[in-house]
């Protein structure tokens, strides 16, 4: 049924004919940005790409006229080497003995593209890779249902419209059973319960995609979370949240807004102009180590110096 599914909407994805980005027109379609079909009239939207106008919009404005900017950081290398780990287990691809090496070889790949430095040390690169698969082996891997499918890509309507245009939604789950979905990450830190329960967006969208393409069932899911806390000796955490019918239609008014936002401030164009766009640096992740588009951002006005506290 699963597989049926990711055929149909995966067909629906690759028949539109004009298929344009929102703010990446004049370019390719990259991960994680919105795209619109001029001639169907609908805008899809990403999980990562909401996330990222809510966290700042200036960064999605970035993102999209400098993206020579844009490197893959270590975190994110480690993650994306112990998923293909993962996905090969599931897969039947290799033995759960040998995960670690597809995720090391995955990361070699990576390695050679380059790296960014942020926060992980890089003579422990190959240790945290190794350690989080086996953690997702020793502590997640013996609680996932077997059957499902890996890399699950969807398509699915909201119902809504924004200036003329069908809101959609679309994205990759990384495991799917009838059951619930599972969604592989991995972190510095034990995930909390009630910001992921209160505040996140991706399972609110995958489920609500799930329950709307008839990969789940029911009302009320659960969507689940396998987390590989990077520490000294890695472990698994998992963490499942329920998702309603209302956190759906929330997360669809969150998506309009956002895409609202994205016609006003491209004058409907969808390329971005030189204005800047809301700049938001409230959060730590608006920094040198964080954020690839600081020197041209706050750090363009304002240096490490600058924040120095005056001791007494």
Not at 113 to 130: A, I, L, M
Not at 173 to 200: F, N
Request: proline share 3%; aromatic share 10%; glycine share 8%.
């Amino acid at each position: 049924m699963i597989g049926k599914l990711q055929a149909e909407t995966t067909s629906k994805l690759h028949a539109n004919r004009r298929v344009g980005v929102l703010r990446f027109k004049h370019n390719k379609q990259r991960k994680g940005l919105m795209r619109i079909d001029e001639e169907a009239k609908i805008v899809y939207v990403r999980q990562s790409w909401l996330k990222d106008m809510l966290l700042c919009p200036e960064r999605s404005r970035l993102s999209v006229i400098q993206p020579e900017f844009k490197t893959t950081n270590d975190s994110a290398a480690i993650g994306t080497a112990v998923h293909a780990g993962i996905e090969a287990v599931l897969n039947d691809s290799c033995s759960l003995a040998d995960a670690h090496e597809v995720s090391l070889a995955r990361f070699s790949e990576m390695e050679a593209e380059g790296v960014r430095h942020t926060n992980v040390e890089p003579s422990t690169w190959h240790r945290h890779v190794v350690g989080l698969t086996n953690a997702w082996v020793k502590d997640i891997y013996p609680y996932v249902p077997l059957g499902g499918q890996s890399e699950v890509k969807f398509v699915a309507p909201t119902g809504s419209s924004v200036n003329g245009y069908q809101l959609w939604f679309e994205g990759t789950m990384d495991y799917v059973t009838e059951q619930g979905i599972w969604d592989w990450k991995t972190s510095a830190r034990k995930y909390s319960s009630l910001e992921k329960q209160t505040q996140d967006v991706q399972s609110s969208i995958y489920t609500y995609a799930g329950q709307t393409l008839g990969f789940i069932k029911g009302d009320k899911n659960l969507f689940n979370f396998g987390v590989m806390v990077r520490t000294s000796e890695p472990y698994g955490q998992i963490l499942s949240v329920s998702r309603t019918k209302a956190h759906g239609e929330f997360v669809i008014k969150q998506a309009m807004s956002a895409v609202a936002y994205g016609f006003a401030m491209t004058d409907g164009t969808g390329i971005p102009t030189s204005n800047r766009w809301l700049i938001n640096d409230q959060h730590y992740l608006c920094s040198e180590r964080w954020c690839p588009w600081w020197s041209v951002c706050k750090g363009a006005s304002i240096s490490e110096p600058d924040n120095q506290l005056e001791v007494e």
